[in-house]
C-alpha cells in the first residue's frame, strides 16, 4: 500500500470495508419494510457511516432479518441500502416472507402452471403493489436478487431465521441446495410452492413460522383482514400444558384460553434448547415501549414498524445469552 493512501481517512476505511477478520461484533436487524429513513437513523445510531454508497463500520457487520418491501413508504430505498451493504461484504440480508411472496407473485405453480404461487387475491394485491410501483421496471433485477438471498445465517455463536429455527426444515432446504447455504434461485424456488410437499413446509416454518391450528370452526383476523384459523406458535417453548392464549406468540385476549390438544402438537416437536446459541428473528410483529428477549437465547426484532413501531437491532458481541441492554431501536 504506497504511504500516501495511509493518510487518507478514507481508503484507510475502504481498505477496511468487507475484512471479516475486522468485523467481530454483529447487529442484527428487524423487519424494515420500506421504511428507509429510519433505517438510516437505526445505522447512525450503531455507527455506521457512508463510504463508496454503502454504510460501514470498520468493526461490525450487520445481519438483516428479512422483509424489507410491502407497507412502508420508502421500499426502493431500503433495497438499495440493504443491497449495497452486502455488495460492500458488510451485511448478510436474509429472505423474509414478503421477499418469498413477491417472487412466488411471478411464479408459475409447479402442478397448475397456469396459476402462479401466491394466489392473487384482492388483499394480497393490495399487499404487493406498493412494492411493485417501487421498483416499477427494475422488478425483475430486484426480483432476481431477493431470490438468492440466504434463509437462515449461523456463525456458531449466534443464529438468525426470519421467523422460526427448527432444524428439521433447515436440514430439507439444505439438501434441496445440495448442501450449499446459499439462496434458492428462481428455479428452486419453485419446488417449494407445491403445495403439501415437504419442501413448502420446511420454507413455510422458517419465514411463517410454527402455526398451532385453532378448535374447529374458530377464526381469527389478521392485521390485513384475512381470516386466520391457526395461532402463531411460541416455537421455543414447550406446547404442553399451555393455552392458545399463553402459547401464542404475541398475547391477544380474544385468542381462546383452553388447553391445546396434545395431538395437534408435532410428534418430532423439539424446543430449543437453553445451550444453544442465541437466535434472532422478526416477523411476529410484538408490541411495548422497550423490546426485550423472549428467553436468555431467543429474540424477536420486529417491533411493529410498518404500526408505528420502532427499527431494533440487537448488539451482539458473542455472548451466550441476550442482554436486555443491548437492543438499539429507531
Ligand atoms: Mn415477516
Request: glycine share 8%.
Amino acid at each position: 500500500m504506497p504511504a500516501d493512501n495511509e493518510s487518507h481517512p478514507e481508503v484507510q476505511e475502504t481498505r477496511l470495508k468487507g475484512d471479516a477478520r475486522l468485523q467481530s461484533g454483529i447487529d442484527f436487524i428487524g423487519d424494515v419494510h420500506g421504511h428507509a429513513s429510519q433505517l438510516r437513523t437505526l445505522l447512525d445510531r450503531l455507527g455506521y457511516r457512508p463510504v463508496d454508497g454503502a454504510m460501514v463500520h470498520s468493526e461490525r457487520r450487520v445481519v438483516f432479518l428479512g422483509d424489507y418491501v410491502d407497507r412502508g413508504p420508502e421500499i426502493r430505498q431500503t433495497l438499495e441500502i440493504v443491497r449495497t451493504m452486502v455488495e460492500a461484504g458488510n451485511a448478510t440480508a436474509l429472505m423474509g416472507n414478503h421477499e418469498y411472496n413477491a417472487i412466488a407473485w411471478f411464479t408459475p405453480r409447479p402442478d397448475r402452471p397456469n396459476e402462479s404461487c401466491r394466489r392473487h387475491t384482492e388483499i394480497r394485491r393490495r399487499l404487493i403493489t406498493p412494492t411493485l410501483e417501487a421498483l416499477g421496471d427494475e422488478l425483475e433485477n430486484w426480483l432476481a436478487w431477493m431470490s438468492q438471498l440466504p434463509l437462515w445465517f449461523d456463525s456458531g455463536s449466534a443464529r438468525a431465521v426470519h421467523a422460526a429455527w427448527d432444524p428439521g426444515s433447515i436440514r430439507h432446504i439444505r439438501d434441496l441446495l445440495g448442501g450449499a447455504d446459499h439462496g434458492l434461485g428462481r428455479s428452486r424456488m419453485q419446488a417449494t410452492c407445491k403445495p403439501g410437499s415437504q419442501a413448502s413446509h420446511a420454507i413455510h416454518q422458517l419465514l411463517k413460522g410454527r402455526e398451532i391450528p385453532l378448535p374447529a370452526g374458530m377464526s381469527l383476523r389478521d392485521p390485513e383482514g384475512s381470516h386466520r384459523s391457526h395461532i402463531r406458535a411460541r416455537w421455543f417453548e414447550s406446547p404442553v400444558g399451555r393455552t392458545y392464549r399463553d402459547y401464542a406468540f404475541t398475547r391477544d385476549d380474544s385468542f381462546p384460553d383452553d388447553p391445546i390438544p396434545a395431538e395437534v402438537v408435532p410428534k418430532d416437536f423439539v424446543p430449543y434448547a437453553a445451550s444453544e446459541p442465541p437466535v434472532f428473528v422478526g416477523h411476529y410483529w410484538m408490541r411495548g415501549d422497550r423490546p426485550s428477549r423472549l428467553a436468555r437465547n431467543v429474540a424477536c426484532l420486529d417491533w411493529s414498524v410498518a404500526r408505528g413501531g420502532p427499527i431494533v437491532a440487537y448488539r451482539f458481541d458473542g455472548e451466550s445469552e441476550i442482554d436486555d441492554a443491548k437492543f438499539v431501536t429507531a
